[in-house]
Every structure is written in structure tokens, then in C-alpha cells.
């Protein structure tokens, strides 16, 4: 499986936790960025991110920030994602088996390292619900495409 991965400043610690984890657990990951921890605008990462996503040149896409949700704001402007912000791991298995969730946002500032693997280890091992659900989530494509 293909990840692909970024941060902001705030994230960039994490970040780099986050992807040996995701190497020792034997996924491809592709990192986005940035490469230090000065100050950079959350929303050039999480499109690069996103776009791959959308354009099918990774599976899931991760991303980390002071919150996650800028994160999430910025990704889903990207047509095909549909980015959660989670900051506890019971939510990740919803996010996924529910609305098919492919990039996931995570808290660096009021998540800890640990809790942001528990998170991203429950969203991985979901698969999308189908179902109920697939209806659902085919209305929330639909709301991506203008009049």
C-alpha cells in the first residue's frame, strides 16, 4: 500500500515519527514535505498530498498540522478526497468504513506521536463499509461537481 505524506512546521516532528512507523509496518510511504520544521503555509502540503490521492498515485494520504483541520480544509477543495480530521482512534474506523475516507489529518499539537499511530493504524486496517454507505458517499461526490 501507497502513502503518501506531508506536515507543516507544526507537524514536521511527528511527521518524521509517523513514516518510519508506516515503513517498519512495510508501506510504501512518499514524503511531501517539508524538510525542516521552519515555518510553511499547510496548504501547498496538503495539496500535493491530495492530488496524488485523487490522481491514484497513492491509496491514503496523511497529513499532519498544529490541529489538522486546516488540513482537512484545504484537502477536501481537491475534487475525489474526502479528508477526516481525527484526533482519537475510535473515530478513524468511522471515517473510513463509513464515508470511504482516503487522506486522514492528524493533531500534532494536541495529539501525542502514540496516539496519532493508534489513530493511523485503525484507519489503515478499515475498509470502506459499502452498503448504506456507498449511497452516501455517492452523494457526497456529487456535491463536488458545479452547475
Given amino acids: ?76 477543495k481537491i475534487e475525489g478526497i474526502r479528508a477526516a480530521n481525527i484526533t482519537n482512534p475510535e473515530l478513524a474506523p468511522l471515517a473510513r468504513e463509513h464515508n470511504d475516507a482516503n487522506v486522514l489529518t492528524l493533531s500534532a499539537r494536541y495529539v501525542d506521536a502514540q496516539t496519532n499511530i493508534k489513530i493511523i493504524k485503525s484507519f489503515l486496517a478499515t475498509p470502506f463499509g459499502e452498503g448504506r454507505h456507498a449511497q452516501r458517499v455517492e452523494k457526497i461526490k456529487r456535491l463536488e461537481v458545479l452547475d
Fill in 1 to 76: 500500500m501507497n502513502i503518501a505524506i506531508a506536515s507543516d512546521h507544526a507537524g514536521f516532528d511527528q511527521k518524521t515519527t509517523v513514516t518510519d512507523y508506516l515503513h517498519e509496518q512495510g508501506y510504501t510511504v512518499e514524503d511531501f514535505g517539508p524538510a525542516t520544521d521552519e515555518s510553511v503555509d499547510y496548504p501547498d502540503f496538503a495539496e500535493m498530498v491530495a492530488r496524488t490521492v485523487a490522481e491514484g498515485m497513492a491509496d491514503f494520504g496523511i497529513l499532519l498540522c498544529g490541529t489538522g483541520i486546516g488540513m482537512a480544509m484545504a484537502a477536501n
